[in-house]
């Protein structure tokens, strides 16, 4: 009898889990990776009134037109004697899923990885400006604490440098980063990064830059170096390049640290076909942890990264939550099971009467699944 409840419990409860798991993530990934994205763009110059920022010469802003708020964005800023051009196919490719992205110039075709950091920085003030601007398409419509920075070549060392300066920016997209001689202190962050790289750059060589991005990046910041095969120093290499997968690389990079979806953790993990080389430190598990994010709450559970949803503000009494997780899960039902028959001191005997049996396990069936 103990060993067909065993099974039972165990086959319905596995079933819950990864029916759940696959409803909710998979669906979702399929849907919001196709290129194009499901949203309609269009955008936004200085001829529209939106702030002209004194570090970037020069900006447009890509915004989806029929998604709904709060959006979050990301400024991308071009490398050495490059023109803001070079990088506006990202604008409508990332605003069509959903993300608000400026393209700005920089004031001086030769300005440095430092002046280009600066840029970015000033950037995110016109966009957070944009929240307030009577008249803008995205008035009120921005997450002003959702910010992502990104560029190529000296852009792409300038966005590293940007999220030293400002920890607040909640992820780095380093197309061919190109900063000489880079420090620790240089790349000292918290904000995770990809880095890509090409793998015949003879300009921002893989092993004089972008490899030591990666390797200097401080180990406990999420990061990611894709070297794409054949590729060189190409400004204009966009989300079509590697044959579409630098675009997906990048989307689901934004998705899972900017908007903090953490379905979009498996796709990161996935091996280019384009890839020369492909190393991270990425553990999705260790990343994207479910639970009551609210500190004042009774279930509060520290290590939480995702609020899903299960705080609660009065009583946190749940007879069915043996190992303190705040769930009734498939833990707590092994838990019943290791203690199937104790007529002493039991800690899964939920019903009371003195000792563990199947109506103990039927009425922690009765409540599995339930959120503490």
């Known amino acids: 009898m103990r060993y067909l409840v065993t099974a039972l419990i165990f086959s ?3 079933m819950s889990v990864l029916g759940q798991s696959s409803v909710s993530c998979d669906s979702l990934a399929q849907i919001a990776l196709l290129n194009p994205g499901p ?3 269009s955008s936004l110059d200085e001829s529209d009134n939106i702030r002209n920022g004194p570090d970037y010469a020069g900006a447009h802003i890509y915004y989806p037109t029929n998604a709904s708020g709060p959006l979050s964005s990301i400024v991308l800023v071009p490398g050495f004697m490059n023109f803001e051009s070079t990088l506006q196919n990202w604008g409508p ?3 069509a899923h959903g993300i608000v992205t400026m393209t700005i110039g920089a004031n001086y075709l030769t300005d440095s990885p430092t002046q280009r950091k600066a840029a970015l920085l000033d950037a995110i003030v016109t966009l957070k400006a944009e929240q307030i601007r009577i008249g803008s398409p995205l008035y009120y419509s ?4 959702n910010f992502a920075v990104g560029g190529f070549s000296m852009g792409g060392g300038g966005a590293q440098l940007a999220a030293v300066s400002d920890p607040t920016i909640k992820a780095v997209i380093a197309l061919n980063p190109f900063l000489s001689n880079a420090s620790e202190a240089d790349l000292n962050h918290n904000s995770p990064v990809l880095i890509t790289s090409g ?4 300009i921002a060589s893989p092993n004089l830059h972008a490899n030591v991005h990666y390797t200097v990046t401080p180990d406990s910041t999420p990061k990611q170096l894709y070297e794409i095969q054949n590729a060189g120093h190409d400004p204009l290499i966009g989300p079509n390049g590697g044959y579409g997968e630098v ?5 689901s990079w934004l998705q899972a640290f900017l908007i903090d979806n953490h379905c979009y953790c498996p796709p990161i993990l996935t091996v280019p076909t384009t890839a020369s080389e492909f190393t991270h430190n990425i553990v999705c598990e ?3 942890v479910q639970g009551c994010t609210d500190s004042t709450a009774c279930n ?8 899903d949803g299960s705080c609660e503000s009065q009583s946190c009494a749940c007879p069915g939550d043996l190992n303190g997780d705040f769930a009734i899960t498939v833990a707590d039902v092994l838990l019943t099971l290791s203690e199937f028959g104790c007529m002493s001191n039991c800690t899964a005997d939920i019903n009371g009467d003195g000792f563990v049996n199947v109506t103990d396990i039927l009425e922690l069936l009765s409540m599995y699944g339930t959120v503490c």
């Not at 675009?247 to 989307?251: A, C, F, N, Y």
């Open 39 to 41: 949203y309609s763009v």
């Open 286 to 288: 260790d990343l994207f």
């Open 247 to 251: 675009g997906m690389k990048v989307l």
């Open 93 to 95: 490719f990332l605003a």
């Open 199 to 202: 793998e015949l750059d003879f």
């Open 142 to 145: 921005l997450d002003i604490n």
């Open 300 to 307: 509060y559970n520290p290590s939480a990264t995702i609020d």
């Open 12 to 14: 319905f409860s596995l």
